[in-house]
């Protein structure tokens, strides 16, 4: 089993920046496509990113291109997320993914992920 912990959500200024951690524990998921989603109150929940288990490819929500960045240290099994440029609508409770299939090609939406961490508030002011 696959424990999933995030880190590093609050409150932030609208043009702000946080950067989210996701520590893995229990088994190494260096070979996993890891992902992050969000959910905001009264929505669904969202894709957001993925990286490969090489970190090699990276995917994005087009809501999110190019102010956020996500990245994995796999010698330290966490994955990353360094969000810029923050925006009221980026208001969400962020979840750290996992995909244990190592053979299926990296998917945007969160049946597949098969390991979920219990969320991280992040909340922007405008």
């Known amino acids: 089993q696959v424990q999933l912990v995030e880190s590093g959500g609050g409150l932030v200024q609208a043009g702000g920046s946080l950067r989210l951690s996701c520590a893995a524990s229990?088994?190494?998921?260096?070979?996993?496509?890891m992902a992050w989603f969000r959910q905001a109150p009264g929505k669904e929940r969202e894709f957001v990113a993925a990286?490969?288990?090489?970190?090699?490819?990276?995917y994005y929500a087009d809501s999110v291109k190019g102010r956020f960045t996500i990245s994995r240290d796999n010698a330290k099994n966490t994955v990353y997320l360094q969000m810029n440029s923050l925006k009221p609508e980026d208001t969400a409770v962020y979840y750290c993914?996992?995909?244990?299939?190592?053979?299926?090609?990296?998917?945007?939406?969160?049946?597949?992920?098969?390991?979920w961490g219990q969320g991280t508030q992040v909340t922007v002011s405008s």
């Open positions: 993914a996992a995909d244990s299939a190592t053979w299926r090609v990296v998917v945007t939406t969160s049946g597949p992920y098969d390991y």
């Open positions: 229990g088994r190494s998921t260096s070979s996993y496509t």
């Open positions: 990286i490969t288990w090489s970190g090699g490819s990276t």
